[in-house]
């Protein structure tokens, strides 16, 4: 059974850090871009930073270049997303996502992964 489950979210004041974390299952993590989005309240779902576990390679959009910094522990299959410097306007419900490297066109399109998790709460307060 295929498995991403999100935790780390919570209420933080503008300015403050938060590391959130994706613990994966149920397939074969080197073979899958794992990837960040997120959903405020009336927005589309946006993504925000993905990597490839076989050489860290990585992507971030422009909305958190210079803040987050994604990574991962390839022997726990677990990626995290470190956010430093949040702002208002990065509260929202954070997804983790995976998908196969042999289908993902665009890294930051929400239906090119096949696999999410349920979410998790990130408020940040002015």
């Known amino acids: 059974e295929v498995q991403l489950v999100e935790s780390g979210g919570g209420l933080v004041q503008t300015g403050g850090s938060l590391r959130l974390s994706c613990v994966a299952s149920?397939?074969?993590?080197?073979?899958?871009?794992i990837a960040w989005f997120r959903q405020a309240p009336g927005k589309e779902r946006e993504g925000i930073s993905c990597?490839?576990?076989?050489?860290?390679?990585?992507y971030y959009a422009d909305s958190v270049k210079g803040r987050f910094t994604i990574s991962s522990d390839n022997a726990k299959n677990i990626v995290y997303l470190q956010m430093n410097n949040l702002k208002p306007e990065d509260t929202a419900v954070y997804y983790c996502?995976?998908?196969?490297?042999?289908?993902?066109?665009?890294?930051?399109?929400?239906?090119?992964?096949?696999?999410w998790g349920q979410g998790t709460q990130v408020t940040v307060s002015s």
């Open positions: 996502a995976a998908g196969s490297w042999e289908s993902i066109q665009l890294v930051n399109v929400a239906h090119e992964y096949d696999y």
């Open positions: 990597i490839d576990p076989t050489d860290d390679s990585t």
């Open positions: 149920g397939f074969p993590f080197d073979d899958y871009a």
